[in-house]
């Protein structure tokens, strides 16, 4: 099993589409940290502007932390996309090509190439979310360097400590995976259905555009089906920004105002990948190969 | 009731300047802690720098400081040293026990961005315990404050700034929040629009001189 | 060792049973039977869209029969599909191949699919026995259509299988190529003791390499039998029809008269010395057959253009 997923990582990254992802990746975190350094002060007043009202902000607001949260919200609703490019491209993308069929002539089964793919797709999902994390967080740390993490949400402000966010970053971004493994995986069901590239990315990207869409409106008839939109719960990365306040309305150190929902977004999320990659498996053994 | 010019100063507002005068500086080191509804922050720990007359400056160490907005700076000490006002009398008033003098300033100086304030001061130990404060352009707030081991010098061990908050709201475009909000925070912004910054000194460093750049 | 023996010699290595595959209404393979023995070069004769791909699909697993069955190596491929496809190598019609990679990248791939290793020095043998190895290194989307062919032939040697599927080989090559290609068959027969299945809509280039021919159209097996005897020049195949083909069959096979070809519904068709024409006739009436019609055909190679060209 390991040959075949040295196979397709070998043949992920042997393909110049491949870098299409980490480039726009790069390209538009370097773009919003370039705005941000020169005009940074003025989208951080306007998002302060309430509270300038009341409050004096002393400090680094604009630091390191607070652009990578900026640079997450931006980028984590696109970087779905770049994935579909890959993922949905998995199955179909050899069927098009016609090589699928030099594949499942080899010992190995369908089952065993499937899985390998999407373990392949996984990791290179799992890659672009480390290249994401590296350019967001990291560099912007060294760019702009650390301070409090400094968060204007909808109806409150949240001010956690320097300290305290390195922890909740990596929480978010190991619940990212499951988000964007979600997008993989529905990519990868795209693809089983499919002997060509584009309807699968396409097909994906709409699902994604589409889910979001019903996710994001207020319409009571929407909501009865909300919490089983996996686009719902692609976004509770933000739940470990959030932290429980003691009676005094001191903030808590260390700790997450609402666990159980991101343990929920979990293993929603979770449920889709196991859903939709059991399903593409089926599909593709019962599939006759007929490119 | 007479109006007492700067010349013809209340002597227990005097005499509560006097006992300020003796303090040229400080760096007082100290915890902060923010109580406003709309706000989730953590203890912090301070310092707070103050030059004769009115400089002062709080910092939190290594990180961000929710301030109320121009009111750190008219704390007792800028409020007096300026010494343009005049004072009016205000009676006696029972606050926590203690019988205090209640002593209003009007500010001479037009510059000035307070209004009027109001002095509560404990005549015998010549220590203001409260001040509430009107500014033309930060609203109303008051001081609270306890003293302990620096009330010789006047100086406060703990001080409770509480101020009105306005209402906070960022709209979900901004924030892209599209998740159920959280109902608590929702029902405190309507039910509290009272904000407080409670800072507990631990200790002070008087008269050893603080360079003007801090400020 | 017998069993060895009796594996190479008695047992067939693909055998075919009643196999039929529906797309929806179309009846793309139609209750197709043969056997291939070991050694043999088996050609799978057809024009384009007889079928001759769905059923090399079907050997490959890669398309599920809608009907019969089908062994490789006496066991059922559906069920023992990996030990099965670790001796097989196969091309299937166009060379489709990873344009971003070379040609030893692509061996280098598809070895590492293999149980046992395959060593560097016979990827580049590999290469030197399709005439690629000067092209070893450069990607595949600076290849001919030639040698895309070639290297899909690679892929399917590089692993040294005992049984070898090509379907349509010499699509795409020139003349020297189709030579070239031609020779490697002989030479993976004869020398390498190897099996081969061919698949070619020309007979030129299937009859000079196959030893057992079967001519597939519209899905039907229609011709199948030993090269030279289909070719024999004194031969002519013979077309007969009568009123009870069953039991003329058994006259036929009784008195050994030809080989047997098969029989359809237009009749049974047999390879027969013209003179031998009347004397089957008679047997037939003699036997209280009614023979409605006997119709010579010139050649194998006209029978299969006529074919062709009913189609």
């Known amino acids: 099993m390991w040959s075949l997923i040295q196979i397709e990582l070998y043949k992920i990254f042997r393909r110049p589409r491949t870098y299409i992802a980490f480039g726009a990746i790069a390209a538009l975190i370097v773009i919003i940290q370039f705005g941000l350094k020169i005009d940074g002060d003025t989208y951080a007043g306007f998002l302060m502007k309430d509270i300038k009202d009341t409050l004096t902000v002393d400090g680094k607001v604009l630091n390191g932390y607070l652009i990578c949260y900026i640079l997450l919200q931006l980028l984590l609703v696109h970087v779905p996309l770049l994935v579909a490019l890959i993922a949905a491209d998995m199955i179909s993308g050899e069927a098009n090509l016609g090589t699928l069929r030099l594949l499942f002539t080899t010992p190995y089964s369908r089952t065993h190439w499937v899985l390998a793919k999407f373990i392949a797709a996984s990791m290179y999902t799992i890659l672009l979310l480390i290249w994401l994390a590296f350019l967001a967080l990291f560099a912007s740390m060294w760019i702009f360097g650390t301070d409090d993490l400094f968060l204007m949400k909808s109806n409150y402000v949240v001010l956690i400590e320097q300290s305290d966010v390195l922890w909740r970053y990596i929480g978010a971004f190991v619940f990212a995976s499951f988000s964007l493994l979600t997008v993989t995986s529905l990519g990868f069901l795209m693809s089983s259905l499919s002997s060509n590239s584009v309807g699968p990315i396409v097909g994906t990207m709409s699902a994604i555009v589409f889910f979001t869409i019903l996710s994001t409106l207020n319409i009571p008839l929407f909501n009865i089906v909300k919490p089983y939109l996996f686009t719902t719960h692609m976004n509770n990365w933000k739940e470990f920004f959030d932290i429980k306040v003691n009676i005094d309305n001191e903030a808590i150190r260390g700790s997450i105002l609402n666990i159980p929902k991101i343990k929920t977004s979990i293993m929603v999320l979770t449920l889709h990948i196991i859903l939709f990659v059991t399903a593409s498996v089926i599909i593709i053994k019962k599939k006759d190969i007929l490119s | 009731m007479p109006m007492h010019s700067m010349a013809q100063t209340d002597p227990l507002i005097e005499k509560v300047s006097q006992k300020l005068a003796q303090v040229n500086d400080y760096v007082a080191e100290g915890v902060m802690k923010t109580d406003v509804s709309f706000i989730k922050a953590s203890l912090g720990k301070v310092k707070i720098y103050f030059k004769k007359p009115n400089l002062l400056k709080v910092k939190k160490e290594g990180g961000i400081s929710l301030l109320p907005r121009g009111g750190v700076s008219l704390t007792i000490n800028t409020l007096l040293n300026t010494r343009q006002y005049t004072t009016i009398p205000a009676g006696n008033q029972l606050l926590n026990g203690k019988n205090l003098t209640v002593i209003k300033l009007i500010p001479t100086d037009d510059n000035l961005d307070w209004v009027i304030s109001t002095l509560w001061i404990d005549p015998v130990e010549a220590l203001v315990y409260k001040t509430a404060t009107t500014t033309k352009e930060n609203g109303s707030y008051e001081i609270t404050m306890q003293y302990g081991e620096y009330a010789k010098q006047g100086l406060a061990s703990k001080i409770i700034f509480s101020f009105n908050t306005k209402d906070y709201k960022l709209p979900n475009g901004i924030t892209l929040e599209f998740g159920d909000e959280d109902p608590t925070a929702k029902q405190k912004v309507l039910k509290n629009k009272k904000g407080t910054i409670e800072i507990t000194y631990s200790k002070y460093t008087i008269n050893k001189g603080i360079p003007n750049n801090i400020f | ?311």
């Open chain 3, 1 to 311: 060792m017998f069993g060895v023996l009796c594996y190479k010699f008695c047992m067939a290595v693909i055998k075919v049973e009643n196999i039929s595959k529906h797309f929806g209404a179309l009846k793309a393979v139609d209750n197709l039977s043969f056997e291939v023995e070991a050694g043999q070069v088996f050609g799978f004769l057809g024009q384009n869209g007889s079928g001759k791909s769905t059923t090399i699909r079907m050997l490959l697993s890669l398309i599920h029969p809608s009907s019969g069955s089908i062994e490789l190596f006496g066991k059922s491929i559906q069920k023992n599909r990996a030990s099965i496809l670790e001796q097989v190598g196969a091309i299937i019609e166009r060379p489709d191949l990873y344009p971003y990679l070379s040609a030893t990248e692509h061996l280098q791939l598809f070895a590492k699919v293999r149980k046992q290793k395959i060593e560097a020095s016979r990827i580049i043998d590999t290469l030197t026995q399709v005439g690629l190895s000067h092209r070893a290194q450069d990607k595949v989307q600076t290849f001919s259509l030639g040698m895309k062919q070639r290297l899909g032939i690679a892929i399917a040697l590089v692993h040294n299988p005992s049984l070898i599927i090509l379907d349509e080989p010499t699509n795409g090559l020139d003349p020297q190529g189709i030579a070239d290609i031609r020779a490697l068959i002989q030479h993976l027969a004869k020398e390498e003791g190897k099996t081969i299945f061919v698949s070619s809509h020309l007979l030129s280039e299937i009859e000079q390499v196959a030893n057992q021919i079967l001519i597939i159209h519209q899905g039907k097996k229609m011709v199948e039998g030993v090269t030279k005897e289909l070719l024999d020049p004194e031969k002519r195949i013979v077309q007969i029809k009568t009123m009870d083909d069953v039991k003329a069959l058994a006259i036929i096979v009784a008195g050994g008269f030809s080989q047997y070809l098969l029989t359809r519904k237009e009749g049974i068709f047999l390879k027969l010395p013209t003179t031998a024409i009347p004397v089957l006739n008679e047997s037939l009436v003699q036997s209280g057959i009614a023979v409605l019609g006997i119709e010579t055909k010139n050649s194998l190679e006209d029978y299969f253009l006529q074919i062709t060209s009913n189609a």
